[in-house]
């Protein structure tokens, strides 16, 4: 079955960078969108970021863009998630998720990771 | 951007049915998808599309679209239906997706 786990998070100061990763399996990684999704502490899920099968499109929520960006290794069935510049609105577990489509984001999500938690704190 | 919106919080008797509901502007143009989330675990697909149910979903989950409303009706809740369930769909003509404030379903 589909397999996402994700990896990277911790606590960082504001400013400070991180680099989230997300190893897949189970599936034919290359033919498939693939997202990540945040949720602070208590709070509801917020879409972050949306990269096509092949990685020629991303896309990005307005809280996000120009901070973080998504890219993918479809060599090795991965995902990843650059943060810069991170911030205190930042903290939230990150879950990468797996989209039902490959070229558009359709909202409909049918695989997530376990998520990884990032904790943005002076 | 648009937004949705669901009842925070729902209450149903164990084996009766129960009608969540989403609005939003986004939903004349575009399906919802439903999750359901329980404590410390990740979202699970519930429907998506016209009426799609992914493989494992049981068949007491439905979803249905009128207007600005999206719902999902589970037909004989379960103890184990309990959580929170959010609805997202695509937000207008961008490649973006809002996600509703979820519902807190407890089954009495």
């Known amino acids: 079955q589909v397999q996402l786990v994700e990896s990277g998070g911790g606590v960082v100061q504001p400013g400070e960078s991180l680099r989230l990763s997300c190893a897949a399996s189970?599936?034919?990684?290359?033919?498939?969108?693939m997202h990540w999704v945040r949720q602070a502490p208590g709070k509801g899920l917020e879409w972050v970021a949306f990269?096509?099968?092949?990685?020629?499109?991303?896309y990005y929520a307005d809280s996000v863009k120009g901070r973080l960006t998504i890219s993918r290794d479809n060599f090795n069935n991965t995902l990843y998630f650059q943060m810069n510049n991170l911030r205190p609105e930042d903290t939230a577990m990150y879950y990468c998720?797996?989209?039902?489509?490959?070229?558009?984001?359709?909202?409909?999500?049918?695989?997530w990771g376990q998520g990884t938690l990032v904790t943005v704190s002076s | 951007s648009s937004e949705l919106t669901q009842d925070p919080a729902v209450s149903v008797a164990l084996g009766q049915t129960v009608r969540l509901t989403c609005q939003g502007d986004s939903l004349r143009s575009s399906y919802a998808s439903w999750y359901l989330q329980k404590p410390g675990q990740a979202p699970v697909l519930l429907m998506y599309g016209k009426n799609n149910r992914p493989s494992g979903i049981p068949d007491r989950f439905s979803g249905s679209s009128s207007g600005n409303t999206a719902s999902l009706t589970i037909t004989g809740a379960q103890a184990e239906d309990e959580g929170d369930y959010y609805c997202n769909s695509r937000d207008g003509s961008v490649n973006h997706v809002v996600f509703g404030g979820g519902t807190k379903l407890t089954v009495l």
């Open positions: 189970g599936l034919i990684f290359s033919s498939y969108g």
């Open positions: 990269i096509r099968y092949d990685g020629s499109f991303k």
């Open positions: 998720a797996k989209d039902v489509e490959r070229y558009y984001n359709s909202g409909s999500y049918d695989s």
